[in-house]
C-alpha cells in the first residue's frame, strides 16, 4: 500500500470532519457564544486566568495534548499492522476524541475554569465527586511519569537534545516577556524571535562538542530524571503567561513544521507501507504489545484517537484562557484532529520500515537477547531470533544502525522506531541522503519537545487538583494567590511522579497509563452527557454516550486482563514486584473508581433526560454568575 493514500484520505477526513462535523456541536449541541464573556474575561488575576490570544492558545492546547500518545502509541501498534491502528486514528478522533475535548473545554469555560473533578462534583454529587478527584489525581500523576520517562530516555547522554530542549526555557521567558510586558499583544514579533533562536539553538547541536562544550550538556539518565522534575516545579509555579504558555506556544511551531516536513516528504518520496495491513498479532502473542487487537489496540493508541488526559487541559490551564467562547471550537476540537493527523504521520512512518527491522527494534525478546550479549551484537544470532519470534527477516537494521552512529537492535518503546522511520522518509528526499544521522538526531530532539510541553502543563493542573484537595484539610493551602501554598503543592505533584521517573521505564508503566488515561475518558464523557441532558440536549446525548459504551466496555476488558499480566511471573522477573504491586493496586482502585461515578452518573442521567432545552443564557449548568458577567 502506498503512503501517500493513507496521509492524503487522513487530511480529507479531518478537515471535513472540523468543517461540518465540528460546527455540528458547537452550534447546533453546545450553541457556543462568542458575546459571552469567559473566565480569562471575568475572573482575570494575571497568573492563570489570563486572556489570550486563540492562536497562541491554540498552540498551548496542542503542546499540552500531544504528547507522547500520536508518537510512540501508533508505533507501537504496527505490530497489529497497518489497517487497525488507521481506523481507530481516524474514527477514534472525529467521533470520540475531538468530541471529548470540545465538550469537557465548554463545561469548563462555563464553570469558571472547573476542573474536571469539580465539574463532576457539581453535577452527581460529594462523594462521586471526592471518587472522581482521587482517580484523576492518580491518573494524571502516572501521565506525568510515563511522557517525563520518554523524554529522559531521548535525552540521557544526548549533549544535542538537552541543549536544544533547555534552550527553549530562556527563549519562552523572553517571549513571554514580549507578548505581555515589553511589547504587550505582538504576537508575531515574539513568534519569529522564538523560532529564529529556537533553530538556531537547533542547528548548534552538532557543534557543541566542537565547542568544546558538549559535557556542559552530556548528562545521564539518571541527572535528566532529576532535572525534569525540577523544571515540573518552577513551570507549575510561574505566572501561566511568563513560561508555560509561550514555551508551548514555541514548541507548537517545531511540532507542526516537523509533521508539515514529514507530510510533506511521503508525498515526495511516497514510501510504500510495508507491514501488512494485519499481521498474524491481531490474535494476540505479539513481542511488543502482548494482548490480541481488542482491547489492547484501544489502550496503547490513546492520544491521537481519544484521550483522557486531554480533559485535564480542557478543564486546567486551557478554559482559564479562552478569549471567546467562539474559539472554543478551534481550539478544542481543531487541536484533536491536528493530532490525529501526527498520529497518521507517526503510524506511516512505523510501518515503511521492513518488519523484521520494525521488530528487531521493538521486540522486548530481541531487547533481552542484545543485553545479554553484552554489546558484542551478533546480528545473525539476532536475525534468527527474530525470524522464529515474527516471521519477519530484519533487512536494513543494520546498515541503519552505521548510518546513524547508534546501535539501533532491541531500542525498545517506539521512541527509536520513530525516529528511524522519520528519519529514513527525510533522507530518501533527492539531495538528502548523505543526512541520516542528522535527521535521525533531530527527530530525537523533536520528540522530547513535542512530550515535555505535555508534563509542564500536567503537572500545573495536577498543582491545581492538589490545591483543591489540600484547601479541604486546611484553607490557607487552596489559596493558588499564595507562594507558599502553590510551592508546596507544586513540591508534592513532582516528587511524586518524579520518584516513578527515576525508579520506572517505559515498559513497565505504559500499560497501565493506557488503561487509566482511557478510563479518564470514560469519566470525562460521562460528566459531557450529564452536561447535555442538564442543559436539555437530550437528543444530542448520542454524541458523548456512543463513544463512551464503547470506552467502557473496551477498557474494562484491557484493564481485568492488564491486572492478570501485571500479577504474572513473566513481569515480576523484568520489573520487579515492587512495579507489579503498583500496577495491580492502581488498577483495581481506577476501576472501582470509574465503576462509582459510572453508577452515579446514571442515577442522575434517570432523572434528567426529561429536562427542557435549556436557552442558550441558562446553559451554564449549576454556575449561573458567569452569565450574569
Known amino acids: 500500500m502506498n503512503s501517500v493514500v493513507l496521509v492524503l484520505s487522513a487530511a480529507c477526513i479531518f478537515v471535513l470532519a472540523y468543517r461540518f462535523y465540528g460546527a455540528f456541536l458547537a452550534e447546533k449541541v453546545l450553541r457556543l457564544d462568542s458575546a459571552r464573556p469567559t473566565p480569562a474575561v471575568t475572573m482575570a488575576d494575571g497568573r492563570d486566568y489570563v486572556k489570550t490570544n486563540r492562536f497562541v492558545l491554540f498552540g498551548h492546547h496542542f503542546a499540552a495534548i500531544a504528547a507522547a500518545g500520536p508518537l510512540i502509541g501508533p508505533v507501537l501498534a504496527a505490530q497489529y499492522g497497518v489497517l487497525p491502528g488507521a481506523l481507530w486514528i481516524l474514527l477514534g478522533s472525529v467521533l470520540a476524541g475531538a468530541v471529548h475535548d470540545l465538550i469537557i473545554l465548554f463545561a469548563s ?45 531521548a535525552l540521557a547522554e544526548s549533549a544535542w537534545g538537552t541543549f536544544t530542549v533547555a534552550a527553549t526555557i530562556p527563549l519562552a521567558l523572553f517571549m513571554g516577556l514580549w507578548m505581555y510586558r515589553i511589547r504587550p499583544g505582538k504576537v508575531g514579533e515574539a513568534s519569529l524571535i522564538g523560532v529564529i533562536g529556537l533553530v538556531a539553538a537547533t542547528l548548534a547541536g552538532p557543534y557543541l562538542k566542537q565547542w568544546g562544550i558538549d559535557h556542559w ?22 505566572p501561566v503567561w511568563m513560561l508555560l504558555c509561550p514555551r508551548d506556544y514555541l514548541s507548537t511551531w517545531v511540532k507542526l513544521g516537523v509533521i508539515l516536513l514529514l507530510a510533506g516528504g511521503i508525498l515526495v518520496v511516497a514510501p510504500s507501507l510495508r507491514m501488512p495491513l494485519t499481521t498474524p498479532f491481531v490474535a494476540g502473542g505479539g513481542p511488543v504489545v502482548p494482548g490480541p487487537v481488542f482491547p489492547f489496540l ?17 478543564s486546567g490551564t486551557t478554559p482559564k484562557m479562552v478569549p471567546d467562547e467562539g474559539a472554543m471550537r478551534f ?11 501526527v498520529a497518521i504521520t507517526a503510524l506511516v512512518a ?51 544502525s552505521a548510518q546513524v552512529g547508534e546501535q539501533l537492535v532491541g531500542r525498545t518503546g517506539g521512541g527509536v522506531a520513530l525516529a528511524v522511520g522519520m528519519a529514513s522518509i527525510f533522507g530518501r528526499i533527492p539531495g538528502l541522503s548523505h543526512l541520516l544521522a542528522y535527521w535521525y538526531h533531530f527527530v530525537i530532539v ?32 487552596g489559596d493558588n494567590k499564595s507562594v ?28 497501565m497509563f493506557g488503561v487509566a488515561n482511557q478510563l479518564l475518558a470514560v469519566v470525562a464523557l460521562a460528566v459531557g452527557t450529564t452536561v447535555l441532558l442538564k442543559m436539555g440536549r437530550g437528543r444530542y446525548a448520542w454524541t458523548t454516550l456512543l463513544p463512551l459504551c464503547f470506552l467502557t466496555v473496551t477498557t474494562a476488558t484491557a484493564g481485568v486482563l492488564n491486572i492478570g499480566n501485571f500479577a504474572s511471573q513473566k513481569f515480576v522477573a523484568q520489573y520487579g514486584t515492587l512495579f507489579s504491586v503498583i500496577n495491580i493496586s492502581l488498577s483495581v482502585v481506577l476501576l472501582a473508581c470509574v465503576a462509582v461515578i459510572l453508577a452515579a452518573s446514571v442515577a442522575r442521567w434517570r432523572l434528567l433526560w426529561r429536562t427542557p432545552d435549556a436557552p442558550a443564557e441558562r446553559a451554564e449548568g449549576t454556575i449561573p454568575a458567569i452569565a450574569a458577567g
Open 350 to 400: 512505523a510501518c515503511a520500515l521492513h518488519p523484521g527491522d520494525y521488530f528487531a527494534m521493538n521486540a522486548a525478546p530481541i531487547a533481552a537477547l542484545v543485553k545479554s550479549m553484552n554489546g558484542n551484537i551478533d546480528m545473525a544470532v539476532v536475525s534468527a531470533e527474530v525470524q522464529r519470534l515474527t516471521g519477519y527477516v530484519p533487512v536494513e537494521i543494520a546498515a541503519l
Open 109 to 153: 469555560v462555563r464553570r469558571r475554569g472547573d476542573s474536571l473533578a469539580t465539574i463532576a462534583r457539581d453535577e452527581t454529587g460529594p462523594l462521586t465527586g471526592a471518587v472522581a478527584q482521587v482517580a484523576v489525581l492518580l491518573i494524571l500523576l502516572l501521565s506525568m511519569a510515563v511522557l517525563a520517562i520518554v523524554v529522559v530516555n
Open 484 to 511: 507558599p501554598a502553590v510551592a508546596f503543592a507544586s513540591f508534592l505533584v513532582v516528587g511524586a511522579w518524579g520518584w516513578l521517573v527515576y525508579k520506572g521505564t517505559i515498559m513497565s508503566l505504559w500499560p
Open 446 to 477: 523533536f520528540e522530547a519537545l513535542f512530550i515535555l510541553t505535555a508534563v509542564d502543563t500536567g503537572t500545573r493542573v495536577a498543582r491545581y487538583l492538589a490545591q483543591d484537595a489540600l484547601g479541604r484539610v486546611w484553607k490557607p493551602l
Open 331 to 341: 481550539i478544542g476540537y481543531g487541536a484533536m484532529v491536528t493530532e490525529g493527523f
Open 298 to 314: 484501544f489502550i496503547t493508541i490513546a492520544c491521537g484517537a481519544v484521550s483522557g488526559f486531554h480533559s485535564l487541559i480542557a
Open 217 to 238: 550538556f552530556l548528562h545521564s539518565r539518571e541527572t535528566i530524571a532529576l532535572a525534569l522534575p525540577t523544571y515540573g516545579f518552577v513551570a507549575a509555579t510561574l
